[in-house]
């Protein structure tokens, strides 16, 4: 992340906008802004995605990520089902990116007592089965179609409601942590990875 805050003020001065009007358009003060140039905080997603929309620029772009680097299309062939904490996911995006994105399996009964809490964002979409959502003290019962978007420093966990577990799309901001380690769980001992 330290390396998006001089892009964010490269970016901004490119387009030949002032601070004050980048934030207004926006959405943010211009204090706000001010930090997130300077690296004394670190933008959220939407941020993300307002500062590349007033720029006229990617949020790859923003994150210093250059198409030549990474594909664009990863193939449902190619992926390989990786196994963490009982769950198993295969990475849908290209690896290396700002925001990664997965498809999970999470089975019934699997790391449903396991609590979460971490900088960055989650965004999870339910295709099949129920998913129990816990967000802080509030309950959830995701159906397929449902999804959730939220601050990963909300203690959360995610457990499959029905006994043929959950399938879901789960994208995350997580940089300099991987996916397994902080939100899906790490590998259990004698358990694949």
């Avoid at 706000?32 to 620029?57: C, D, F, I, K, N």
């Amino acid at each position: 992340m330290p390396a998006v805050a001089p892009r964010l003020r490269e970016l901004r001065r490119r387009a030949s906008l002032t601070l004050e009007a980048a934030a207004r358009t926006a959405g943010l003060s211009p204090a706000h802004l001010s930090r997130l140039e300077t690296g004394q905080r670190q933008p959220s997603l939407p941020m993300l995605l307002a500062l590349a929309r007033v720029y006229g620029a990617t949020v790859s772009e923003l994150l210093g990520e250059t198409v030549a680097d990474l594909d664009a299309v990863v193939r449902g062939a190619d992926m390989e089902p990786t196994r963490a904490g009982g769950w198993t996911y295969w990475q849908a995006g290209a690896p290396g990116r700002g925001m990664q994105a997965l498809r999970v399996h999470v089975p019934y009964g699997a790391q449903g007592d396991i609590v979460r809490v971490h900088p960055g964002e989650e965004w999870l979409y339910v295709i099949g089965g129920r998913l129990r959502l816990r967000l802080g003290d509030t309950a959830h019962l995701l159906a397929p179609g449902d999804s959730a978007h939220f601050d990963s420093l909300t203690p959360h966990r995610i457990a499959a409601a029905d006994r043929g577990g959950a399938d879901l799309l789960f994208v995350h901001t997580l940089l300099q942590s991987p996916a397994t380690a902080l939100c899906l769980g790490g590998p259990t001992q004698g358990e694949p990875t």
